[in-house]
């Protein structure tokens, strides 16, 4: 090959790698600007679809009812299910998603009209948290629970017609000693089933879903020896599964404030 031949050959090429590096270089812009409009889209896109049950792991079943993942879930969906500002916001995106609180069954929901249960359970009383379903009784005293895994055609139209069951099924109060700590995943793991328990009788009872109110007496001593001031207030404590999660200083009780001799 003559030099003249060589050299216009070393020419082509490096004019064609030009070309190829240039083309190789458009490429790339057009691919990130592309991808940056596709995140900006992606972006906005997640922007609009922040609802508010965001962040919570909670879906609607088939049968119609709320499933938790966790504990910390239904505690927090509740929170704003039981707050004026974001309650309808909440029942309005459950409901588009298939949930009818127990409310909406007159025939089934509780007596008391100011039920916090009939927010939470559905039209059938069911409810689910850490793979356990639950049945709660029209008079809001005892809750049936039954494990996902066993759940078939037969234990669940049991669980929902209350027919308790010992080799699959738990029932226990509602309302729990106040005194003594419950954890329901706990309790659940230790009595997968066969625990029937009775009425609790216990002076102070924390429910699932509301609030204690328990009236404080205080004598305090004054500066004048053998003299208190008597002071009586309602202390008020709010459960949200059985979960406290705040408490506060209510009313004080008629006639109550003033000195006396101390006790």
Known sequence: MSIISFTLLFIIKINFMKKMKKTLLGSILLCGIFLSSCKKDNSTYQENEITATNNIAVSVTPKGYLKFTTTKDIVELSKKLFDPKTKESVLTELTEKGFKNRKSNITSYSSNPTSPYDLIFNS?????????????????????????????????????????DTLTMNKINVDRNAVSPFNFAEFMALNPNGQQEVLSKAILRKPMFGTTDVIITQWVPTLTPGTCYFWQSHYITVYVFWVKTDSYWGDDVPNSGYTAPCP
């Open 124 to 164: 059938d009383g069911l409810l689910e948290v850490e793979n356990v379903i639950m049945k709660i009784t029209d008079d809001d005293k005892f809750i049936y629970t039954l494990k996902e895994k066993q759940a078939n055609s037969t234990t669940f139209n049991n669980l929902v017609k209350e027919v308790f």
